[in-house]
């Protein structure tokens, strides 16, 4: 029994970390956010050479082979390092419904190139938003025709995207409007369909999870690397029991994360029946432990972590977005409810 | 090609936009011969399995089907815990007691994982605890790692047969989080120590034969320098035991009272004025096997306030669905993140602070769940046991007031997370 | 505008205090709750001589006739000094009931003696329990009969009261059943009984609410005195930073319970419009301030809060049983958002 | 007979059981004429109903009915600005400005709760504020306080005019919490000080004529015993300001850069190195009329995300009904604890640690009702101004980020708890 990554997942974990500090640090995730798109493709290619873009899907299609736990140990990595651009949008949504979905010859003609780092796409399910969808070159379409759900991909020439400022800076959020209604070419159609766009939610919330663990684990390193030489009162604020309670919660929201994320990623790996109850309770916790993990991490910072300087805000952000995101605490909790109590 | 840190990681590697400067990607045999197959695996190993499974058929053969009723039917005190005495024989008689102690000392060199395993099992298969739980638990492996061979010969065969019961003398009235300010004293007389001293928050003492007793020898040193670990007689002329009545209204723990008690110099355990040390060791392993058990407990107890919800109607309460959701992710949330713990103490071989993190965890989710119990219980939840509308004999009136001392016992909140702040995240002593 | 007890209440409330520190105190409450019912005649008729069993109701009945304000400042003090026996049922309850409720001729009869402290009483609406039925002389039943609510009194030789054993050891709750069905009396039927009952209830709650800020008020000074003296670590442990931020939050916790629990009191003194919210808003915030209190109190007090012979516990009792009586924060929340968003 | 504590509180006194020793029973009539007949009154009295119709009356003529429109319309900072400017002085001509003040220096000798009156109905007629608020607000009442004569006749009758505006320079980068231990310093240089230093967190800084600051002046001395209060003229060749940029992505505040600063020696407000009990009394000012309009404010939002509560049909979801309730609950605790502050500093005449409750209570419920705001709004809760979908502009993306910085803003919470620990219950200093 070892409930920890291996030394593989870690030695890929690591790997990543080091990629990341030296291809996206902070200086270039802030020049990302200015711009239109927050997305770099020179970045994206270089993603795309670690086997990134195809990391979940099968060889045949240029993809990598990995598993759930190997894409959440890389997604922690991106969350710590805050890393703009439509990977979420690209590979675990629109890659794994395509992967769910397709047929071999659509899956050799739209996933492989995302494998390749070639393509980018997006998801939209008739909500608010499709994410990253600007700089996609597909959009997945899920929506309910003639009684039964369809999963529809568009060419990008055939979407309209309107941008929706928002508060997440890294990653943009589109209006959709498809111009160009035969454009249209259908992947999936009924239960198919159905069982697809689940199984996306399923790997995407777990995905989205595991990135916003490595975020707040990276606010915790900040705050408490803050703590230790901020001086007030003549003594570093790490003194003060106020604040040692504050960092000791923070350790206990990351930690608590940490250990639902994982799990999640396994039992889905694993295809445990648990595993969808795993996923809830990994987004119920996670929506409520970044955003506090922020909040506290900002108030330690006082004044300082109030400004557009400091990098908290940024991550802070990113929490908000992410706590919204496949539903938030409240929604999987009773997600978990039903599955407990039925109803 | 893979990204490697000490080739790269200049900016100036970085192309301009447009450019496709990796155009060679990596494959999965690439990645593997790299960085190998390995992979997280929450499955038991054979040798696992295979005491798991031994442990099951014993319990099987061994376990008294209604010992809760048998149990239960006793009268005094004395009788029931002479019936975990018995059972903790027979433990003992099937080699499953003391399990994780070396082969020597009568255990099995069991791995923590499968000390876990049987306590799990244990919990699972609702069996009697034994009766010598702090000896089991707590002095046999502080002597095992500080008892002389006299020490280990005396004392270990009799705390795993239960023939010996032991008791723990830490508390005193004003060194409770401040447990290094005890006052206790021990003086030395020839080849003996004479011993006055007052300890509280004290469990079997009642039943104990022996006490392992953290005491002040040396007065005159810094307050953790002069304390030693001594192993007290508890039939000595001196000892008085007082039970102590907490807010529940039970008495689960006791006084213990020490006057002119005459200790051999031979039952100092560790060296004189070490017991600081040794004393730590204990509380690591405290912290280290406590709880293991919890998240089966805190299991039943969830399934149990379920099926009284759906009794009164209250599950389909959206808000009643939404704490009960929380309750249900909190236990599920310290199940995994007590396996993260054991896995790492497992591979490192050393407790470490993951402790006060599980503590402040379970301690401040019982306090919840327990409130959570009552909201759904309404006007019932403040029944206690001697009623006949009261729930489950008023374990959910008892269960709410016991947690309160939860966030105290054991090392307060407040003290865990100075632990927490201080050892794992390494900001300075605040005090 | 003052908001604020008035000079003439603020000598009513230090003389119910020290009259309690010398009647009451907590020696004599431990006493009282190892008796069957935690009533002792005798300071009844103290009680009683105080005025306070018929200090909200009309002189012509030999009450006082003073107003909400009073009775809360009065209850505050009961609270505090955690004051046993059956003054809520009595007064509050079975009185304010009566004095809504009854004819002239039955005022005479049932709410004098109440207020001349010869006659104890109870109400029961066919709940769990009837509060300190044992040593009630009568019994007020609203009961819902032929389609309409009645009150009905009920003299103690027709009522069987059996002992409830419940977590607050002051008050004592009891079965009831109605053994001599001929007995009854009606005091009111159909609207009028429902109008009463209403009334009672926003008066029972809102002196309920006051008894539990004195209880409160007192967890805090008790454990602040603990938190001077008491020494750990070399210093009183009220000089660490986690045990003053306690101390705070229980400060913030009475204060505004104070705030809620006055305005409630003299938003029904002056039959205010918005005096039902008010009332929902005070017992909203108190059932759990008083909790919480407890829980920071003994917190604070560490294992000497944990046993028995520290006062402490018996206000964590009366608090939880306090928390649940005419209905906890939540439901009611859900009264003020039927008043501020309807359905 | 009423029970008097002077001739009684013997427990010799308490009867035996079944006597009654108290027959004689109190009339109203003995207890009006022995406590009196004073009431709890939260009405206001005769002279404050003037005081509030004639406000009203003066709005009604003179508040321009689309002043936010018209403000709105204007281009640039520095024209919004002197549209503030241009209300002061007509509110100034109506004698509305500074009503607390004196009537030699321009006020009314209004009471505090005359000064509440104000505030609210200026927030329920949503009128516009005065350009010169810490002028107005801050600086004025500590001028008055510790000024000579020359200072009040040189400043006073503009500060209310808006003829000339003030901000103020407290706070540093390494002086934030530990406010005494700021750093900029000014040498004292003739009849001249010379200073050197930098602000931050400064309000209406780039709009202002003068800063009210603390400098050290005294570098040797304990770090509260050297700081002197100094009026600072802000077009002093060697003042910068710099806009400074907060997490919601404006600069509702600056910093403030002195390099080699010449300020005339008659500018020190108090005494020379008594700076820190000047400040306390400009702090407790802040602290004693800040937020009296909070509660207005927080009730118009209640009131706009209920009513988009009901039009997206989250008025109808329990969970959200209880959250709504909650805050319903605290906005009303909080218009009622400030009132019951306001009555006892108006009867007291000092203002008191109360300021610290209600700043740790609105700051930190505005963070809760900010958060239930955005789960009624759901994904929508995100989207910031710039955009069509966006509700009411996005000022709940704003009031999100922007309730991060209450907590923070104006002491933190950490050092509101430390102020009420210590100085409402008189626990000893922690550090």
Known sequence: MRFDLSETQQLLKNTARKFLQ???PMAEVRRLMETETAHDPVLWSKIAAQGWTGIVFPEEYDGLGLGMVELAATMEEMGRALMPGPYLATVPMAGVLLDAAASAAQKRKYLAPICRGEARAAVFEGGLFAQDLGVADYLIQADRRNGALELVLWPASAVAAKPMPALDLTRRLYEVAITNPAAGELLARGSEAQAALDHMYDVATTALVAEMLGGMQRVLEITVEYAKTRKQFGKPIGQFQAVQHLCADMVLLVETTRSAAYYAAYALQEKLPEAREAVSIAKSYAS???????NRGIQIHGGMGFTWENDLHLYYRRAKASEILFGDATEHRERIARLVLGG | MLYDPEACGQSAQIAAPGTKPFNKRISRQWYDDRFGTTRMDLNLSPPEIQFRDELRAWLEQNLPRNWKQEHAALGAMEEK????RRWQKKLYE???VGVAWPKDYGGRGASLIEQVILIEEMARASAPPVANVLGVGLVGPTLIAYGDDAQKKRFLAKILSGEEIWCQGFSEPNAGSDLAALGSEARRDGDHFILDGHKVWNSYGWAADWCAMLVRTDPQAPKHKGLTYLLVDMHSPGVRVRPLR????ESEFSELFFQNVRVPAENVLGRVNDGWNVAISTLMHERNTLGANLHIVFKRQFDRIVELARANGKAADPLVRQKLARCRADIEVFRLTQMRAITRVNQSGVPGPEGSILKIFWSEFNQRFQQVASEILG???QLTGECEHS???????????????????AGTSEVQRNIVAQFVLGLPKSY
Chains 1, 3 share one sequence.
């Open chain 1, 22 to 24: 030296a291809e996206c």
């Open chain 1, 288 to 294: 409520e432990a970044y955003r506090e993990v922020g």
């Open chain 2, 81 to 84: 815990f002479a019936y975990l």
């Open chain 2, 94 to 96: 099937g080699g499953w």
């Open chain 2, 246 to 249: 907490q807010m529940t209204g």
């Open chain 2, 379 to 381: 006007p019932y939840a």
């Open chain 2, 391 to 409: 729930p489950d004999e008023g374990q959910w009136a008892y269960g709410f007031l016991r947690a309160r001392g939860n966030t105290i016992e």
